[in-house]
Protein backbone atom coordinates (compact mmCIF):
# COMPACT_ATOMS: atom_id res chain seq x y z
CA UNK A 1 0.00 0.00 0.00
CA UNK A 2 2.73 2.45 0.93
CA UNK A 3 4.48 1.57 -2.25
CA UNK A 4 1.21 3.38 -4.63
CA UNK A 5 2.00 6.28 -2.68
CA UNK A 6 5.79 6.57 -3.35
CA UNK A 7 7.14 9.19 -5.31
CA UNK A 8 8.60 7.41 -8.61
CA UNK A 9 11.93 9.64 -8.16
CA UNK A 10 12.34 7.50 -5.38
CA UNK A 11 11.77 4.19 -7.17
CA UNK A 12 14.46 5.34 -9.94
CA UNK A 13 16.78 6.21 -7.06
CA UNK A 14 16.19 2.64 -5.28
CA UNK A 15 16.80 1.18 -8.91
CA UNK A 16 19.47 2.25 -9.30
CA UNK A 17 20.11 5.65 -11.54
CA UNK A 18 22.93 5.08 -13.80
CA UNK A 19 25.24 7.46 -15.77
CA UNK A 20 23.48 6.47 -19.14
CA UNK A 21 20.34 7.50 -17.53
CA UNK A 22 21.71 11.17 -16.93
CA UNK A 23 23.04 11.34 -20.10
CA UNK A 24 19.60 10.62 -21.44
CA UNK A 25 17.74 13.10 -19.03
CA UNK A 26 20.13 15.94 -19.83
CA UNK A 27 19.47 15.78 -23.18
CA UNK A 28 15.62 15.51 -22.72
CA UNK A 29 15.55 17.92 -19.99
CA UNK A 30 17.39 20.72 -21.95
CA UNK A 31 15.49 20.05 -24.91
CA UNK A 32 12.23 20.30 -23.18
CA UNK A 33 13.69 22.99 -21.38
CA UNK A 34 13.82 25.18 -25.21
CA UNK A 35 10.32 23.60 -26.11
CA UNK A 36 8.68 25.49 -22.51
CA UNK A 37 10.40 28.66 -22.68
CA UNK A 38 8.80 30.08 -25.26
CA UNK A 39 5.49 28.14 -24.33
CA UNK A 40 5.54 29.33 -20.54
CA UNK A 41 5.64 32.99 -21.38
CA UNK A 42 2.75 32.74 -24.49
CA UNK A 43 0.24 31.11 -22.27
CA UNK A 44 0.45 33.40 -19.39
CA UNK A 45 0.56 36.72 -21.81
CA UNK A 46 -3.23 34.56 -22.60
CA UNK A 47 -4.37 33.78 -19.28
CA UNK A 48 -4.75 37.44 -18.39
CA UNK A 49 -0.99 37.18 -16.47
CA UNK A 50 2.88 38.84 -16.28
CA UNK A 51 4.82 36.84 -18.57
CA UNK A 52 7.17 35.86 -15.97
CA UNK A 53 4.63 34.08 -13.90
CA UNK A 54 4.69 31.58 -17.01
CA UNK A 55 8.14 30.75 -16.05
CA UNK A 56 7.40 30.69 -12.36
CA UNK A 57 4.95 28.33 -12.88
CA UNK A 58 7.28 25.97 -15.19
CA UNK A 59 9.56 26.53 -12.53
CA UNK A 60 8.23 25.83 -8.99
CA UNK A 61 4.99 23.34 -10.18
CA UNK A 62 7.12 21.81 -12.90
CA UNK A 63 10.05 20.84 -10.03
CA UNK A 64 7.69 19.96 -6.75
CA UNK A 65 5.36 17.63 -9.69
CA UNK A 66 8.60 16.32 -10.78
CA UNK A 67 10.31 15.44 -7.10
CA UNK A 68 6.69 14.23 -6.17
CA UNK A 69 4.96 12.79 -8.73
CA UNK A 70 3.95 9.67 -10.21
CA UNK A 71 5.02 9.58 -13.73
CA UNK A 72 8.68 8.42 -14.71
CA UNK A 73 9.19 11.52 -17.15
CA UNK A 74 6.18 13.81 -17.33
CA UNK A 75 6.68 17.30 -17.59
CA UNK A 76 4.69 19.62 -15.85
CA UNK A 77 3.95 23.65 -16.20
CA UNK A 78 1.18 26.15 -17.62
CA UNK A 79 -1.12 24.41 -20.43
CA UNK A 80 -3.38 25.97 -22.72
CA UNK A 81 -6.19 24.03 -20.89
CA UNK A 82 -5.90 26.44 -18.08
CA UNK A 83 -6.49 29.60 -19.72
CA UNK A 84 -9.98 30.02 -20.06
CA UNK A 85 -10.45 29.38 -16.52
CA UNK A 86 -7.43 31.35 -16.04
CA UNK A 87 -8.45 34.77 -17.36
CA UNK A 88 -11.87 34.74 -16.33
CA UNK A 89 -10.78 34.56 -12.52
CA UNK A 90 -8.39 36.72 -13.09
CA UNK A 91 -10.48 39.50 -15.12
CA UNK A 92 -13.07 39.57 -12.36
CA UNK A 93 -11.18 38.42 -8.93
CA UNK A 94 -8.26 39.57 -9.87
CA UNK A 95 -4.57 37.63 -9.13
CA UNK A 96 -5.86 37.19 -5.55
CA UNK A 97 -8.83 35.32 -6.22
CA UNK A 98 -7.00 32.85 -8.64
CA UNK A 99 -4.51 31.99 -6.05
CA UNK A 100 -7.36 30.96 -3.33
CA UNK A 101 -9.20 28.95 -6.43
CA UNK A 102 -6.09 27.31 -6.94
CA UNK A 103 -5.03 26.86 -2.97
CA UNK A 104 -8.18 25.25 -3.23
CA UNK A 105 -7.87 22.99 -6.13
CA UNK A 106 -4.24 21.68 -4.81
CA UNK A 107 -6.09 20.64 -1.54
CA UNK A 108 -8.76 18.79 -3.48
CA UNK A 109 -6.15 17.09 -5.63
CA UNK A 110 -4.15 16.07 -2.40
CA UNK A 111 -7.58 15.00 -1.14
CA UNK A 112 -8.49 12.65 -4.43
CA UNK A 113 -5.35 10.99 -4.38
CA UNK A 114 -4.90 10.15 -0.34
CA UNK A 115 -8.31 8.94 -1.31
CA UNK A 116 -7.29 6.86 -4.00
CA UNK A 117 -9.23 8.49 -6.93
CA UNK A 118 -7.20 8.53 -9.60
CA UNK A 119 -9.15 5.69 -11.33
CA UNK A 120 -12.18 7.98 -10.80
CA UNK A 121 -11.24 10.71 -13.61
CA UNK A 122 -11.15 7.95 -15.92
CA UNK A 123 -14.78 7.71 -16.00
CA UNK A 124 -14.77 11.55 -17.43
CA UNK A 125 -17.16 11.06 -20.73
CA UNK A 126 -14.46 11.31 -23.95
CA UNK A 127 -17.36 13.38 -26.02
CA UNK A 128 -17.05 15.68 -22.80
CA UNK A 129 -12.73 15.91 -23.02
CA UNK A 130 -13.08 16.34 -26.95
CA UNK A 131 -15.70 19.11 -26.67
CA UNK A 132 -14.53 21.96 -23.46
CA UNK A 133 -10.76 21.11 -25.27
CA UNK A 134 -11.98 21.87 -28.31
CA UNK A 135 -13.61 25.06 -27.39
CA UNK A 136 -10.86 26.10 -25.03
CA UNK A 137 -8.77 26.10 -28.56
CA UNK A 138 -11.21 28.50 -30.21
CA UNK A 139 -11.02 31.01 -27.60
CA UNK A 140 -7.18 30.81 -27.71
CA UNK A 141 -7.38 31.35 -31.09
CA UNK A 142 -10.17 33.94 -30.82
CA UNK A 143 -7.83 35.09 -28.53
CA UNK A 144 -4.83 35.90 -30.40
CA UNK A 145 -6.26 37.85 -33.24
CA UNK A 146 -5.99 41.41 -31.92
CA UNK A 147 -2.13 40.25 -31.56
CA UNK A 148 -1.73 38.96 -34.46
CA UNK A 149 -3.37 41.48 -37.01
CA UNK A 150 -2.16 44.40 -34.77
CA UNK A 151 -6.01 45.49 -34.34
CA UNK A 152 -6.25 49.24 -32.30
CA UNK A 153 -8.33 47.62 -29.37
CA UNK A 154 -8.40 49.74 -26.14
CA UNK A 155 -9.82 47.02 -23.88
CA UNK A 156 -10.53 43.26 -25.43
CA UNK A 157 -14.01 41.97 -23.92
CA UNK A 158 -13.82 38.41 -22.29
CA UNK A 159 -16.97 37.25 -23.95
CA UNK A 160 -16.49 35.59 -27.14
CA UNK A 161 -19.29 36.88 -29.36
CA UNK A 162 -18.46 40.62 -28.00
CA UNK A 163 -14.66 40.13 -28.58
CA UNK A 164 -15.63 38.85 -32.16
CA UNK A 165 -18.14 41.99 -32.55
CA UNK A 166 -14.90 44.19 -31.48
CA UNK A 167 -12.32 42.62 -33.97
CA UNK A 168 -15.38 42.99 -36.47
CA UNK A 169 -15.53 47.03 -35.71
CA UNK A 170 -12.05 47.58 -35.60
CA UNK A 171 -11.40 45.36 -38.71
CA UNK A 172 -9.85 48.96 -40.46
CA UNK A 173 -7.37 49.37 -37.76
CA UNK A 174 -5.19 46.43 -39.17
CA UNK A 175 -1.55 47.16 -39.02
CA UNK A 176 0.56 45.70 -42.08
CA UNK A 177 4.06 45.21 -39.85
CA UNK A 178 1.96 43.32 -37.48
CA UNK A 179 0.68 40.88 -39.71
CA UNK A 180 4.08 40.47 -41.45
CA UNK A 181 5.84 39.81 -38.38
CA UNK A 182 2.87 37.25 -37.29
CA UNK A 183 2.89 35.65 -40.98
CA UNK A 184 6.87 35.40 -40.37
CA UNK A 185 6.83 34.04 -37.06
CA UNK A 186 3.84 31.47 -38.33
CA UNK A 187 5.59 29.85 -41.41
CA UNK A 188 8.70 29.58 -39.42
CA UNK A 189 6.71 27.38 -36.67
CA UNK A 190 5.11 25.24 -39.05
CA UNK A 191 7.91 24.83 -41.75
CA UNK A 192 10.57 24.26 -39.01
CA UNK A 193 9.96 20.33 -38.53
CA UNK A 194 11.00 20.07 -42.27
CA UNK A 195 14.22 21.01 -41.22
CA UNK A 196 15.00 19.41 -38.32
CA UNK A 197 13.19 18.17 -35.01
CA UNK A 198 15.87 18.45 -32.62
CA UNK A 199 15.36 22.54 -32.38
CA UNK A 200 11.72 23.81 -31.62
CA UNK A 201 10.24 25.92 -34.52
CA UNK A 202 8.72 28.22 -31.90
CA UNK A 203 12.00 28.88 -30.42
CA UNK A 204 13.52 29.74 -33.94
CA UNK A 205 10.94 32.08 -34.53
CA UNK A 206 11.35 34.29 -31.69
CA UNK A 207 15.29 34.92 -32.03
CA UNK A 208 14.72 34.80 -35.82
CA UNK A 209 11.82 37.34 -35.73
CA UNK A 210 12.85 39.22 -32.75
CA UNK A 211 16.49 39.86 -34.28
CA UNK A 212 14.92 41.01 -37.51
CA UNK A 213 12.19 43.54 -35.61
CA UNK A 214 15.29 44.68 -33.01
CA UNK A 215 17.48 45.43 -35.95
CA UNK A 216 15.22 47.04 -38.16
CA UNK A 217 13.45 48.86 -35.60
CA UNK A 218 9.97 47.39 -37.22
CA UNK A 219 7.28 49.24 -35.46
CA UNK A 220 5.60 46.49 -33.64
CA UNK A 221 3.92 45.73 -30.04
CA UNK A 222 6.34 43.94 -27.82
CA UNK A 223 6.22 42.56 -24.22
CA UNK A 224 7.93 45.27 -23.40
CA UNK A 225 5.72 47.93 -24.71
CA UNK A 226 2.99 46.05 -23.21
CA UNK A 227 4.47 44.83 -19.83
CA UNK A 228 7.80 47.10 -19.55
CA UNK A 229 9.77 44.10 -19.53
CA UNK A 230 10.71 40.83 -17.46
CA UNK A 231 12.23 40.95 -13.76
CA UNK A 232 14.91 38.51 -13.94
CA UNK A 233 15.02 37.90 -10.07
CA UNK A 234 12.68 34.99 -8.12
CA UNK A 235 9.56 36.31 -6.47
CA UNK A 236 8.92 35.81 -2.76
CA UNK A 237 6.30 33.73 -1.22
CA UNK A 238 2.80 35.55 -1.28
CA UNK A 239 -0.30 34.17 0.43
CA UNK A 240 -3.35 36.68 0.12
CA UNK A 241 -5.58 37.82 2.48
CA UNK A 242 -8.29 34.68 2.36
CA UNK A 243 -11.62 35.77 3.46
CA UNK A 244 -15.16 33.15 3.75
CA UNK A 245 -16.73 35.11 0.75
CA UNK A 246 -14.19 34.22 -1.80
CA UNK A 247 -13.74 30.95 -0.51
CA UNK A 248 -17.42 30.26 -1.12
CA UNK A 249 -17.14 32.34 -4.95
CA UNK A 250 -14.01 30.42 -5.81
CA UNK A 251 -14.79 26.99 -4.92
CA UNK A 252 -16.58 26.26 -7.90
CA UNK A 253 -13.47 27.56 -10.34
CA UNK A 254 -11.34 25.46 -7.81
CA UNK A 255 -13.42 21.87 -8.84
CA UNK A 256 -12.76 22.79 -12.51
CA UNK A 257 -8.93 23.72 -11.53
CA UNK A 258 -8.80 20.44 -9.73
CA UNK A 259 -10.38 18.26 -12.59
CA UNK A 260 -8.81 20.24 -15.59
CA UNK A 261 -5.36 18.93 -13.50
CA UNK A 262 -5.97 15.68 -12.59
CA UNK A 263 -7.19 14.57 -16.04
CA UNK A 264 -4.26 16.77 -17.94
CA UNK A 265 -1.95 15.09 -16.08
CA UNK A 266 -3.42 11.34 -15.79
CA UNK A 267 -3.98 11.80 -19.91
CA UNK A 268 -0.17 12.69 -19.86
CA UNK A 269 1.17 9.97 -17.98
CA UNK A 270 -0.99 7.39 -19.83
CA UNK A 271 0.82 8.82 -22.87
CA UNK A 272 3.85 8.32 -21.33
CA UNK A 273 3.46 4.87 -20.61
CA UNK A 274 2.61 4.17 -23.87
CA UNK A 275 5.59 5.64 -25.25
CA UNK A 276 7.54 3.72 -22.49
CA UNK A 277 6.00 0.81 -21.70
CA UNK A 278 5.95 1.49 -17.77
CA UNK A 279 3.03 2.20 -15.49
CA UNK A 280 2.55 5.36 -13.68
CA UNK A 281 0.88 6.01 -9.84
CA UNK A 282 -2.47 7.68 -10.34
CA UNK A 283 -3.06 9.01 -6.99
CA UNK A 284 0.72 10.20 -6.22
CA UNK A 285 0.43 11.72 -9.67
CA UNK A 286 -2.85 13.59 -8.25
CA UNK A 287 -1.18 14.38 -4.66
CA UNK A 288 2.15 15.62 -6.45
CA UNK A 289 -0.16 18.45 -8.95
CA UNK A 290 -2.22 19.19 -5.82
CA UNK A 291 1.01 20.28 -4.05
CA UNK A 292 2.94 21.70 -6.96
CA UNK A 293 -0.42 23.85 -7.72
CA UNK A 294 0.29 24.85 -4.16
CA UNK A 295 3.81 25.94 -4.15
CA UNK A 296 3.34 27.62 -8.66
CA UNK A 297 0.64 30.32 -7.00
CA UNK A 298 2.67 30.53 -3.49
CA UNK A 299 5.51 31.82 -5.33
CA UNK A 300 3.75 33.94 -8.26
CA UNK A 301 2.94 31.41 -10.72
CA UNK A 302 -0.58 30.14 -12.14
CA UNK A 303 -2.25 26.74 -11.83
CA UNK A 304 -0.28 23.83 -13.73
CA UNK A 305 -0.61 20.25 -15.03
CA UNK A 306 1.05 17.58 -16.93
CA UNK A 307 1.78 18.86 -20.55
CA UNK A 308 1.55 16.10 -23.10
CA UNK A 309 3.10 17.36 -25.40
CA UNK A 310 6.63 18.63 -23.79
CA UNK A 311 6.12 15.08 -22.02
CA UNK A 312 6.44 13.38 -25.56
CA UNK A 313 9.20 15.76 -26.27
CA UNK A 314 10.98 15.22 -23.38
CA UNK A 315 10.72 11.18 -24.06
CA UNK A 316 11.74 11.28 -27.54
CA UNK A 317 14.51 13.11 -26.81
CA UNK A 318 16.22 10.75 -24.13
CA UNK A 319 14.23 11.76 -20.90
CA UNK A 320 13.13 8.62 -19.04
CA UNK A 321 13.58 9.45 -15.17
CA UNK A 322 11.75 12.46 -12.92
CA UNK A 323 15.15 13.93 -13.28
CA UNK A 324 14.91 15.28 -16.77
CA UNK A 325 11.95 17.07 -15.49
CA UNK A 326 14.06 18.62 -12.84
CA UNK A 327 16.79 19.46 -15.06
CA UNK A 328 14.27 21.37 -17.31
CA UNK A 329 12.97 23.39 -14.60
CA UNK A 330 17.02 24.22 -13.70
CA UNK A 331 17.20 25.08 -17.05
CA UNK A 332 14.51 27.73 -17.21
CA UNK A 333 15.41 29.11 -13.33
CA UNK A 334 18.94 29.83 -15.41
CA UNK A 335 17.27 31.79 -18.30
CA UNK A 336 15.28 33.69 -16.19
CA UNK A 337 18.18 34.77 -13.83
CA UNK A 338 20.52 35.80 -16.77
CA UNK A 339 18.63 36.35 -20.04
CA UNK A 340 15.20 36.58 -19.04
CA UNK A 341 15.69 40.27 -19.50
CA UNK A 342 16.06 40.01 -23.01
CA UNK A 343 12.55 38.56 -23.41
CA UNK A 344 11.06 41.68 -23.53
CA UNK A 345 12.12 42.32 -27.19
CA UNK A 346 9.95 39.69 -28.41
CA UNK A 347 7.26 41.26 -30.74
CA UNK A 348 3.09 40.07 -29.17
CA UNK A 349 2.52 38.92 -33.24
CA UNK A 350 5.37 36.11 -32.42
CA UNK A 351 3.39 35.24 -29.36
CA UNK A 352 0.09 34.96 -30.97
CA UNK A 353 1.56 33.09 -33.76
CA UNK A 354 3.15 30.31 -31.08
CA UNK A 355 -0.58 30.63 -29.55
CA UNK A 356 -2.69 29.70 -33.18
CA UNK A 357 -0.76 26.61 -33.37
CA UNK A 358 -1.39 25.62 -30.17
CA UNK A 359 -4.59 25.64 -30.36
CA UNK A 360 -4.55 24.42 -33.60
CA UNK A 361 -3.07 21.10 -31.69
CA UNK A 362 -5.41 21.53 -29.23
CA UNK A 363 -8.29 21.52 -31.24
CA UNK A 364 -8.60 17.62 -32.16
CA UNK A 365 -10.88 18.75 -35.02
CA UNK A 366 -10.42 15.52 -36.49
CA UNK A 367 -11.74 13.61 -33.40
CA UNK A 368 -14.44 16.21 -33.16
CA UNK A 369 -15.91 14.85 -37.16
CA UNK A 370 -15.52 11.73 -36.11
CA UNK A 371 -17.83 12.02 -32.86
CA UNK A 372 -20.26 13.68 -34.98
CA UNK A 373 -20.63 10.30 -36.10
CA UNK A 374 -21.40 8.50 -32.66
CA UNK A 375 -24.59 7.84 -31.56
CA UNK A 376 -27.34 11.08 -30.81
CA UNK A 377 -26.62 10.86 -27.06
CA UNK A 378 -22.78 11.19 -27.67
CA UNK A 379 -23.10 14.38 -30.29
CA UNK A 380 -25.88 16.29 -27.41
CA UNK A 381 -22.62 16.04 -25.10
CA UNK A 382 -20.01 16.69 -27.48
CA UNK A 383 -21.93 19.81 -28.68
CA UNK A 384 -23.58 21.06 -25.36
CA UNK A 385 -19.95 20.89 -23.74
CA UNK A 386 -18.61 22.78 -26.92
CA UNK A 387 -20.60 25.48 -27.29
CA UNK A 388 -20.90 25.95 -22.89
CA UNK A 389 -17.55 26.38 -23.21
CA UNK A 390 -17.42 28.86 -25.85
CA UNK A 391 -20.23 31.11 -25.37
CA UNK A 392 -20.92 30.47 -21.36
CA UNK A 393 -18.19 28.98 -19.23
CA UNK A 394 -15.47 26.06 -18.77
CA UNK A 395 -16.88 25.12 -15.19
CA UNK A 396 -20.44 25.00 -16.21
CA UNK A 397 -19.43 23.26 -19.73
CA UNK A 398 -17.67 20.65 -17.69
CA UNK A 399 -20.40 19.97 -14.96
CA UNK A 400 -23.16 20.10 -17.49
CA UNK A 401 -21.12 18.10 -19.75
CA UNK A 402 -20.62 14.89 -17.08
CA UNK A 403 -23.97 15.16 -15.84
CA UNK A 404 -25.63 14.96 -19.11
CA UNK A 405 -23.48 12.04 -19.76
CA UNK A 406 -24.15 10.42 -16.46
CA UNK A 407 -28.11 11.00 -17.26
CA UNK A 408 -27.92 9.50 -20.80
CA UNK A 409 -25.80 6.55 -19.16
CA UNK A 410 -28.21 5.38 -16.88
CA UNK A 411 -31.31 6.15 -18.82
CA UNK A 412 -29.64 3.71 -21.48
CA UNK A 413 -28.44 1.04 -18.73
CA UNK A 414 -32.25 1.17 -17.09
CA UNK A 415 -34.02 -0.17 -20.71
CA UNK A 416 -31.44 -2.62 -20.40
CA UNK A 417 -33.11 -4.16 -16.55
CA UNK A 418 -36.37 -6.06 -17.87
CA UNK A 419 -37.96 -9.35 -16.14
CA UNK A 420 -39.00 -12.33 -18.65
CA UNK A 421 -41.95 -15.10 -17.43
CA UNK A 422 -39.46 -18.17 -18.93
CA UNK A 423 -41.75 -20.99 -17.16
CA UNK A 424 -42.63 -22.05 -20.56
CA UNK A 425 -39.61 -22.16 -21.90
CA UNK A 426 -37.45 -23.27 -18.69
CA UNK A 427 -37.19 -26.82 -20.29
CA UNK A 428 -35.23 -24.98 -23.22
CA UNK A 429 -32.58 -23.15 -20.54
CA UNK A 430 -28.82 -24.37 -20.48
CA UNK A 431 -28.97 -25.30 -17.26
CA UNK A 432 -31.58 -27.88 -18.15
CA UNK A 433 -29.26 -29.48 -20.30
CA UNK A 434 -28.13 -33.07 -19.84
CA UNK A 435 -30.99 -33.63 -17.09
CA UNK A 436 -33.76 -35.84 -16.76
CA UNK A 437 -36.83 -33.29 -17.86
CA UNK A 438 -38.99 -36.46 -16.86
CA UNK A 439 -37.87 -36.02 -13.07
CA UNK A 440 -37.78 -32.13 -12.98
CA UNK A 441 -41.97 -31.33 -12.53
CA UNK A 442 -43.17 -27.69 -12.14
CA UNK A 443 -45.41 -27.79 -10.39
CA UNK A 444 -49.29 -25.74 -10.89
CA UNK A 445 -49.52 -22.71 -9.49
CA UNK A 446 -45.86 -21.79 -10.15
CA UNK A 447 -44.36 -19.19 -12.34
CA UNK A 448 -40.41 -18.32 -12.92
CA UNK A 449 -39.02 -15.35 -13.60
CA UNK A 450 -36.27 -13.87 -14.69
CA UNK A 451 -34.63 -10.22 -13.94
CA UNK A 452 -31.97 -9.23 -16.82
CA UNK A 453 -29.85 -5.99 -15.93
CA UNK A 454 -28.71 -4.21 -12.75
CA UNK A 455 -31.42 -3.18 -10.17
CA UNK A 456 -30.37 0.56 -9.23
CA UNK A 457 -32.06 3.52 -9.06
CA UNK A 458 -31.78 4.19 -12.80
CA UNK A 459 -33.34 0.39 -13.35
CA UNK A 460 -36.51 0.83 -10.73
CA UNK A 461 -39.45 2.23 -12.61
CA UNK A 462 -38.47 -0.39 -15.94
CA UNK A 463 -38.09 -3.18 -13.60
CA UNK A 464 -41.90 -2.24 -11.73
CA UNK A 465 -43.08 -1.73 -15.54
CA UNK A 466 -42.23 -4.88 -16.58
CA UNK A 467 -43.19 -7.00 -13.81
CA UNK A 468 -46.50 -5.40 -13.78
CA UNK A 469 -47.24 -6.67 -17.14
CA UNK A 470 -46.14 -10.24 -17.01
CA UNK A 471 -46.92 -10.71 -13.39
CA UNK A 472 -50.25 -12.98 -12.88
CA UNK A 473 -51.24 -14.42 -9.52
CA UNK A 474 -49.66 -17.22 -8.91
CA UNK A 475 -49.18 -19.40 -5.45
CA UNK A 476 -45.32 -19.55 -5.78
CA UNK A 477 -43.48 -16.38 -7.68
CA UNK A 478 -39.82 -17.57 -8.51
CA UNK A 479 -37.36 -14.44 -9.17
CA UNK A 480 -34.38 -16.12 -11.02
CA UNK A 481 -31.47 -13.77 -10.14
CA UNK A 482 -28.60 -14.73 -12.09
CA UNK A 483 -28.16 -12.09 -14.30
CA UNK A 484 -28.53 -9.16 -12.31
CA UNK A 485 -24.75 -8.09 -11.25
CA UNK A 486 -25.81 -5.44 -8.94
CA UNK A 487 -28.83 -4.11 -6.65
CA UNK A 488 -28.38 -0.51 -4.84
CA UNK A 489 -30.77 0.73 -1.96
CA UNK A 490 -33.48 1.67 -4.45
CA UNK A 491 -33.18 -1.75 -6.00
CA UNK A 492 -33.76 -2.94 -2.86
CA UNK A 493 -36.80 -1.13 -2.03
CA UNK A 494 -38.70 -2.44 -5.11
CA UNK A 495 -38.04 -6.10 -4.20
CA UNK A 496 -39.44 -5.13 -0.38
CA UNK A 497 -42.40 -3.39 -2.43
CA UNK A 498 -42.57 -6.72 -4.37
CA UNK A 499 -42.47 -9.23 -1.21
CA UNK A 500 -45.13 -6.91 0.86
CA UNK A 501 -47.80 -6.96 -2.15
CA UNK A 502 -46.77 -10.94 -2.49
CA UNK A 503 -47.37 -11.78 0.97
CA UNK A 504 -50.55 -9.40 0.92
CA UNK A 505 -51.70 -11.57 -2.03
CA UNK A 506 -50.89 -14.97 0.09
CA UNK A 507 -48.09 -15.85 -2.59
CA UNK A 508 -44.77 -17.19 -1.87
CA UNK A 509 -41.60 -15.14 -3.30
CA UNK A 510 -38.67 -17.13 -3.82
CA UNK A 511 -35.26 -15.86 -5.01
CA UNK A 512 -33.12 -18.24 -7.09
CA UNK A 513 -28.87 -17.91 -7.92
CA UNK A 514 -28.69 -14.57 -6.38
CA UNK A 515 -24.61 -13.37 -6.62
CA UNK A 516 -22.70 -13.16 -3.71
CA UNK A 517 -22.66 -9.39 -4.11
CA UNK A 518 -26.35 -8.77 -4.49
CA UNK A 519 -26.83 -11.11 -1.71
CA UNK A 520 -24.57 -9.59 0.40
CA UNK A 521 -26.44 -6.12 -0.22
CA UNK A 522 -29.70 -7.42 0.90
CA UNK A 523 -28.50 -9.34 4.07
CA UNK A 524 -26.93 -5.81 4.86
CA UNK A 525 -30.56 -4.11 4.58
CA UNK A 526 -32.28 -6.66 6.37
CA UNK A 527 -34.13 -7.36 3.83
CA UNK A 528 -32.93 -11.41 3.94
CA UNK A 529 -33.98 -11.70 7.27
CA UNK A 530 -37.82 -10.58 6.59
CA UNK A 531 -38.19 -12.57 3.52
CA UNK A 532 -36.85 -15.62 5.19
CA UNK A 533 -33.07 -17.29 4.39
CA UNK A 534 -35.24 -20.38 3.42
CA UNK A 535 -36.58 -18.44 0.36
CA UNK A 536 -32.97 -18.54 -1.03
CA UNK A 537 -31.77 -21.02 -3.67
CA UNK A 538 -28.89 -21.36 -4.92
CA UNK A 539 -30.32 -22.39 -8.74
CA UNK A 540 -33.78 -22.74 -10.21
CA UNK A 541 -33.64 -26.40 -9.41
CA UNK A 542 -33.10 -26.00 -5.15
CA UNK A 543 -35.94 -22.82 -5.72
CA UNK A 544 -38.35 -25.13 -7.63
CA UNK A 545 -37.45 -27.56 -4.68
CA UNK A 546 -38.69 -24.60 -1.75
CA UNK A 547 -41.57 -24.17 -3.63
CA UNK A 548 -43.01 -27.74 -4.04
CA UNK A 549 -42.49 -28.09 -0.52
CA UNK A 550 -44.71 -24.87 -0.17
CA UNK A 551 -46.93 -26.19 -2.08
CA UNK A 552 -47.51 -29.42 -0.20
CA UNK A 553 -47.69 -27.34 3.14
CA UNK A 554 -50.71 -25.48 1.82
CA UNK A 555 -52.62 -29.09 0.77
CA UNK A 556 -51.74 -30.39 3.87
CA UNK A 557 -52.88 -27.25 5.68
CA UNK A 558 -56.79 -27.57 3.23
CA UNK A 559 -57.11 -31.33 4.41
CA UNK A 560 -56.79 -30.84 7.90
Known sequence: MYRKLEPKLI?????????????????GGLTVGVVALPLAIALAIASGVKPEQGLYTAIFAGFVIAVLGGSRAQISGPTGAFIVIVYGIVQKYGYDGLVVATLIAGVLLIIMGLARMGAFLKFVPYPVVIGFTSGIALIIFSSQVSDFLGLKIDKIPADFVAKWIEY????????????????????????????THRVPGPLIAILAVTFVVQYFDIPVATIASRFGGV??????????????????????????????????????????????????RSNMELIAQGAGNIVSVMFGGVPATGAIARTATNIKSGGTTPVSAIIHCIFLLLVLLFIGKWAAMIPMATLAAILVVVAYNMSEWREFRHLLSSPRGDIAVLLATFFLTVFIELTVAIQVGILLAAFLFLQKMSTETHVDLITESLEDDEEFKGRDMAAIDIPRGVEVFEIYGSLFFGAVRQFKESIRVVATKPKVLILRMRQVPTIDASGVHVLEELAAEAKENGQILIFSAVSRNVYRVMRKSGFVERVGRKNFAGDVFAALEIARAHLDSIDLEKTR
Open 11 to 27: TVLREGYTRKQFQGDLL
Open 168 to 195: VSHIATIDPYTIAVGTASLLIIVLWPRV
Open 231 to 280: PNTLPMPHFPSVTWTMVQDMFSPAITIAILAGLESLLAAVVADGMMGTRH
